[in-house]
């Protein structure tokens, strides 16, 4: 029954929530307390009594009358409650041209009144049900900092009265950066836990739906093509015993090789439109992995050479830190490592401390990695992780 309930939410929780973002008149927090509220009950009452036929439709009536009941307690008067017990939640969807009521859901939350992280960090917390924990590691900042960055934006949208509508076509495109964060980012949360592999087949889903409705936008095609691509290794990214397989040790023949093609195929379609932007690059570069037959013959300085522009037009220090990867391949450890310890800002990222590891043992430095195996291992997000880190640490 867990389970069942579980699928439901993955299908409905936005739904909901967006259906009471309405109806709340854009109280964004009421909404959500009673779209979990709604499912809260679901999880007592539905195991003696089973899934009603219409779950979703018995959800939002649960999740109605809780925001009725706040309503007429805020407000304090009769009047304000039969106002409220009157209304029908009015529908979230209007005339539009976006073909998915979930990926219009995402363009409506993402409204660049806000700033880009704010509208990535809302829209998932409040359409996809991560928690803000989860969205936190996705920024690499505190849990702390990104409830406060999530509070903010609900402020800003209930003080200038952001209205809370599907946006007709010509805005579309001042929303799909945005909109293409959230799905690469709904994909990672997924790729990076397997019990989560749903979410990486939404997010591709999703993005072959923004591909459709707008052709013209290559870096939506860098997206769907760098889903594809990451994708395609899954089968190979751990052993039967659930242990990390690194890239250079996966079994190749487990790739998913039309995934491959595929994604090969649309990046290179895209790059071909002269407007490269962050996700084509990123395309690019899982292409050089997933189109070399062994890793011995993965083009490494062509690699090194697409960090390079993506550092340019896109800088941060996460592509910072896979550009000293990249250039360690070419040029060796202690090249790297240069580069290494010149990145900034990413001080509580275990990748870091477990690439700098590796740098160091990789140039013979043993002692010194093992220190920051350790710190990488106090770090890691995930069993799996860990256990790699520690066998890393029993190597000699």
């Known amino acids: 029954m867990k389970d069942e309930i579980a699928g439901i939410y993955a299908d409905g929780w936005s739904r909901i929530v967006a259906t009471m973002i309405r109806f709340t008149g854009g109280d964004w927090d009421l909404a959500e307390e009673c779209a979990q509220d709604a499912f809260t009950k679901a999880l007592q009452k539905w195991p003696e ?27 304090g008067e009769a009047a ?15 005339d539009s041209e976006i073909p998915d009521e979930r990926l219009e859901l995402m363009f409506t939350c993402c409204h660049p009144s806000l700033n880009l992280d704010a509208q990535v960090a809302l829209t998932l917390r409040s359409l996809t049900g991560m928690s803000t924990a989860e969205i936190a590691r996705a920024f690499l900042v505190p849990e702390r900092t990104m409830g406060q960055r999530i509070f903010r934006a609900k402020q800003k949208v209930a003080h200038a009265a952001i ?16 909109v293409l964060h959230v799905l690469y980012l709904l994909f990672n949360e997924g790729y990076g836990d397997p019990a ?46 659930g242990d990390l397989v690194t890239l250079d040790e996966q079994d190749r023949t487990l790739w ?20 490269a932007g962050p996700f084509q690059l990123q395309a690019a570069i899982a292409a050089c992995h997933a189109t070399a037959p062994l890793a011995s013959r993965t083009d490494w300085p062509q690699i090194a050479g697409l960090y390079a522009e993506l550092a ?19 040029s060796g450890p202690e090249a790297a490592l240069r ?11 275990y990748l870091l401390h477990a690439t700098r590891a590796e740098l160091l043992r990789r140039a013979g430095r043993g002692q010194e990695a093992e220190g920051h195996y350790r710190a990488a ?6 069993d799996a992780e860990r256990r790699f880190l520690r066998g890393r640490l029993q190597q000699p």
């Open 49 to 75: 009594s089973g899934v009603p036929d219409q779950p979703l439709a018995w959800l939002t009536t649960t999740a109605r009358h809780r925001a009725i009941d706040r309503m007429r307690r805020a407000a």
């Open 80 to 94: 304000k409650l039969r106002e409220a017990a009157a209304m029908e939640p009015p529908p979230y969807l209007r």
């Open 163 to 178: 209205p809370f509508r599907v946006p007709p076509a010509h805005l579309l495109p001042d929303r799909l950066p945005a």
């Open 196 to 241: 989560k592999a749903r979410l990486c087949q939404e997010a591709i889903r999703l993005a072959r739906v923004v591909t459709a409705l707008m052709p013209d936008e290559p870096e939506a095609q860098g997206v769907l093509a760098l889903m594809l691509l990451h994708d395609a290794r899954r089968p190979a990214r751990v052993d039967a015993a």
């Open 256 to 275: 998913d090789q039309a995934r491959i093609a595929e994604g090969a195929a649309i990046c290179e379609r895209a790059l071909r439109r002269g407007r």
């Open 312 to 330: 340019r037009i896109a800088p941060s220090p996460i592509v910072e830190l896979n550009r000293a990867v990249a250039i360690g391949m070419v």
């Open 339 to 349: 580069l290494v310890d010149g990145i900034t800002g990413l001080d509580g990222y």
């Open 377 to 382: 291992l106090d770090l890691a997000p995930t």
